[in-house]
């Protein structure tokens, strides 16, 4: 069961990736990087439940974290186009 | 799951494929932003919870904030090449080439008589359960505690270069842009 599910998180991935390659507009490939960071947690998850390690779990929240601040630092400078300290 | 590790390997590929032919800067620190995870994920599977800790942090978390404010000092799009040029090609084929033929040499993943289980590895794995009391890692034992000392030089180090980059950083924009000393807050 663990096995069908990281497989259909690894063809989830493969079709972000496609999108973020193809994608014409800003906003496919912010939302494919998303969608490939949350993607990144589930095939942690799973697969640390699969090889009975699940102190793997902590790896996951920090993935999560960090995909959230890159997230905001992209649309950020997205919408602004700078970074300095008057837009913060 | 070999078949997980093939499948993110090839992910890693073509995302490293992606980032070097891309023309448009952002999408390219967003490709970044993907290999970083990914190859962190890999980490994770080789068993290597550690370094997999420092790239998501460092990859995916700080080093694309820091592209994103290089890119908002200078242009979005790279300029294409005029021709091609086979000499870069060449170049990473042959270094290519050199580091697989570096990986024969290497013992097979997990042997038990590998040169890293024999020599030093039986000192720590016997002893960190009762130095670290009851640490389940011996990876973060050695890092967080036998190594102690070392870290927190290598913490100190880093520590002082980044104050030197914002004191030169923040001496450069008082001068030149506006007088506003106030602000504290930095990325």
């Not at chain 1, 942690?44 to 390690?53: E, L, T």
């Not at chain 2, 990859?59 to 790279?78: D, F, Q």
């Not at chain 2, 042959?94 to 013992?107: E, F, K, N, S």
């Amino acid at each position: 069961m663990f096995a069908v599910a990281s497989a259909a998180v690894l063809v989830t991935m493969t079709l972000a990736l496609t999108r973020a390659m193809l994608g014409p507009t800003v906003f496919d490939r912010v939302l494919a990087l998303n969608m490939f960071g949350t993607k990144t947690v589930l095939l942690i998850s799973v697969v640390s439940f699969m090889s009975g390690r699940t102190d793997f779990l902590d790896l996951a929240l920090l993935y999560s974290l960090m995909n959230f601040i890159g997230m905001v630092a992209l649309l950020r400078f997205t919408t602004t186009g700078t970074f300095s300290e008057e837009s913060l | 799951m070999n078949l997980i590790e093939f499948a993110i390997l090839g992910l890693l590929a073509t995302t490293a494929v992606t980032i070097a032919r891309i023309r448009d800067l952002w999408a390219a620190i967003m490709f970044t932003g993907i290999y970083s995870f990914l190859s962190a994920s890999w980490m994770l599977l080789l068993d290597a919870p550690d370094v997999s800790f420092t790239e998501a942090a460092v990859g995916a978390g700080i080093s694309t904030v820091l592209m994103l404010s290089t890119l908002a000092l200078t242009g979005k799009v790279e300029k294409a090449p005029t021709r091609f040029s086979p000499m870069p090609l060449l170049v990473v084929t042959v270094t290519g080439c050199a580091l697989v033929y570096g990986t024969l040499d290497m013992p097979p993943m997990g042997a038990a008589d590998d040169p890293i289980h024999l020599h030093p590895n039986p000192g720590f794995v016997e002893r960190s359960q009762a130095d670290m009391h009851g640490l389940p890692n011996v990876v973060t034992a050695v890092l967080a505690s036998y190594r102690g000392y070392d870290t927190l030089g290598e913490t100190t180090v880093v520590f002082t270069a980044g104050l030197a980059v914002l004191l030169i950083l923040r001496r450069s924009t008082d001068g030149t842009a506006k007088p506003d000393g106030t602000a504290e807050s930095n990325e």
